[in-house]
Nanobody, 123 residues
Framework: QVQLVESGGGLVQPGGSLRLSCAAS????????MGWYRQAPGKQRNLVAD???????NYTDSVKGRFTISRDNAKNTVYLQMNSLKPEDTAVYYC?????????????????WGQGSLVTVSS
């Protein structure tokens, strides 16, 4: 079993910054892609950004130039630096990972989600 634990959410004024962290723990053999999704009230969960194990990144258009995703493979941790925050960034942010565990000599992959972190951008 692999678990993701998030930290760093909170209340921030428009134009401010927050940094989210997500650490994976448990029976980890390898973690491939990691990413952040968000879900605003009454809306579906959507991808914000993701990053491959080699560091290739992908962002949804609305956050390009403002958010930066990064990861530390040695710590099995992914980060989301959010700058120039806007009220429309308000949402619950979920960490996601494709985690591989070694079972009987083979690698078994599963999709793992964090518990969610509320980010509120308001004056």
């Amino acid at each position: 079993q692999v678990q993701l634990v998030e930290s760093g959410g909170g209340l921030v004024q428009p134009g401010g910054s927050l940094r989210l962290s997500c650490a994976a723990s448990g029976n980890i053999f390898v973690i491939n892609a990691m990413g952040w999704y968000r879900q605003a009230p009454g809306k579906q969960r959507n991808l914000v950004a993701d990053i491959t194990r080699s560091g290739r990144t992908n962002y949804t258009d609305s956050v390009k130039g403002r958010f930066t995703i990064s990861r530390d493979n040695a710590k099995n941790t992914v980060y989301l630096q959010m700058n120039s925050l806007k009220p429309e960034d308000t949402a619950v942010y979920y960490c996601h990972a494709e985690a591989g565990t070694l079972v009987g000599g083979t690698t078994r992959y599963s999709e793992v989600w964090g518990q969610g972190s509320l980010v509120t951008v308001s004056s």
